[in-house]
């Protein structure tokens, strides 16, 4: 979800030590679990009592509370004491304590941009090449993520800051398996696939998609998931990355056609409930209603993972509603299986053994398969054993990272705030308006070189 709609409702600075915490699954009791790599672990670290870590982070409540189920293995395995904290407005306080000059130990981010700009100040310490290396054999698109990790240092030098941890998918396409049955549609492989879908449920006298914008001052930001998604399903990774970037324009060619796209299912009347006008007009938490009325209002619906939160009460996912990876073209197959979607970066604020011991305890399959089989958490570990998913949507979710080819963050995300959170979201609500793609993005890339 956007920068805006992740913000959380806690007032107060939560902070709290991992140690109280029981170990939620008791060390080799259940198969599912690599407990070797947490015996081993434990072999090669134990011993480090009386050192400390301390962790600021994103999480929260339930989050906050899985992650120290988390971090309670780690204090077992070492004997290190952490002390984890948190804040509503995270991102100005990581700010804060590390311009005063006392930062915690270790960093966890969401903002790729806020990131960089640390890492550019020297606020963050290179995390080696050893780092770079584990993640290309050990993540699934490797590079997509050592690329999302690598960041300019204070002279401009590129190294690895991060270290991804917790990763969410957006490019989902959710559906009812139900109303698919008794229609005799199956589900697309290909975009040529879903575009024919589409054709065909309208030809039935059906409407094929539910797409709604609303979302008050954010109107427009789930659009800019779907260009996104169509973007890295049209051009090279490396495209989408100048895109963001704004080293090629935002009136490129290359951009046109994935806004186009995209107006090809969101603006024709026949494809979307209640038409065209109802696009912006839907609030996006509503948009999904349409899949569970009967008859069906719609039958397709673009959104990332959390959009079960606004399924109506009682919906089970896996079987009332389920979901599939939004497709590639089958005409440029040499694009591969992209991914779009978000996640958090661990990095290294202060330099201290304990620290570097949290990094090498991610490295554990334990390390993820203790979260996995909670909730809320996905991994492109190809080692953390697909079994330990807590329920089949997340292995599924799970499977479709483990099949990237390339995984990129949300674009939007990436801009600038008055671009990504400013006039690519009002500038969508535009094109469904009826602007052209080409008017719609001179007008963002006006704002852009507005920019200082």
């Not at 100048?242 to 186009?260: C, M, Q, R, T, Y």
């Amino acid at each position: 979800m956007k920068r805006l709609l992740l913000t959380a409702a806690a007032t107060a600075l939560l902070a709290g030590s991992a140690g109280a915490a029981e170990l939620k699954f008791k060390p080799g009791e259940d198969t599912k679990f690599n407990w070797a790599s947490f015996e081993e672990f434990k072999k090669a670290h134990g011993g480090s009592s009386g050192q400390s870590v301390t962790i600021f982070g994103p999480w929260r409540g339930e989050d906050q509370a899985l992650f120290e189920s988390i971090l309670a293995y780690f204090e077992d395995a070492t004997g290190i004491d952490v002390k984890y904290s948190s804040s509503e407005n995270y991102e100005q306080q990581i700010v804060i304590d590390t311009q005063a000059g006392s930062p915690p130990d270790i960093a966890i981010l969401p903002q790729p941009g806020l990131i960089a700009d640390l890492a550019s100040k020297g606020h963050l310490v290179p995390l080696g090449d050893d780092v770079k290396t584990w993640l290309l054999e050990n993540y699934a698109a490797g590079q997509s993520w050592v690329d999302l990790a690598t960041y300019k240092g204070k002279d401009g030098t590129p190294a690895v800051y991060g270290f991804p941890y917790k990763i969410d998918v957006k490019s989902l396409v959710w559906y009812v398996p139900e109303n698919f049955e008794d229609a005799g549609y199956e589900v697309p492989k290909t975009m040529e696939e879903l575009k024919a879908l589409t054709e065909k449920i309208t030809a039935d006298g059906g409407t094929p998609w539910c797409i709604g914008l609303g979302s008050g001052g954010a109107t427009g930001w789930p659009a800019t998931d779907w260009v996104e998604d169509l973007m890295l399903r049209t051009q090279p990774a490396d495209v989408y990355d100048k895109w963001v970037s704004n080293e090629i324009k935002f009136d490129d060619p290359a951009v046109l056609g994935a806004i186009d796209e995209f107006g090809w299912f969101a603006k024709n009347d026949k494809f979307v409930d209640g038409g065209v006008a109802a696009v912006s007009s839907t609030d996006f938490r509503d948009s999904p209603k349409g899949l569970f009325a009967s008859p069906p209002k719609c039958y397709l619906h673009h959104q990332a993972s959390f959009i079960p939160s606004f399924f109506p009460e009682g919906t089970v996912v896996g079987e009332d509603a389920d979901f599939f990876y939004m497709p590639p073209y089958e005409s440029k197959a040499d694009l591969g299986n992209p991914v779009l979607g978000a996640g958090t970066l661990a990095m290294l604020t202060k330099d201290t053994p304990a620290a570097r011991v949290f990094f090498e305890f991610l490295k554990t399959p334990i390390a993820h398969e203790l979260w996995m089989a909670q909730s809320s958490f996905l991994t492109p570990y190809k080692a953390a054993n697909k079994e330990a998913y807590a329920n089949a949507p997340m292995a599924k979710q799970g499977e479709i990272l483990l099949n990237a080819t390339t995984f990129r963050f949300d674009g939007s995300d990436l801009m600038p705030g008055k671009i990504g959170a400013g006039a690519f979201w009002t500038g969508m609500v535009d094109f469904t308006g009826g602007k052209s793609s080409a008017d719609v993005a001179a007008g963002v890339q006006k704002v852009w070189d507005s920019l200082k």
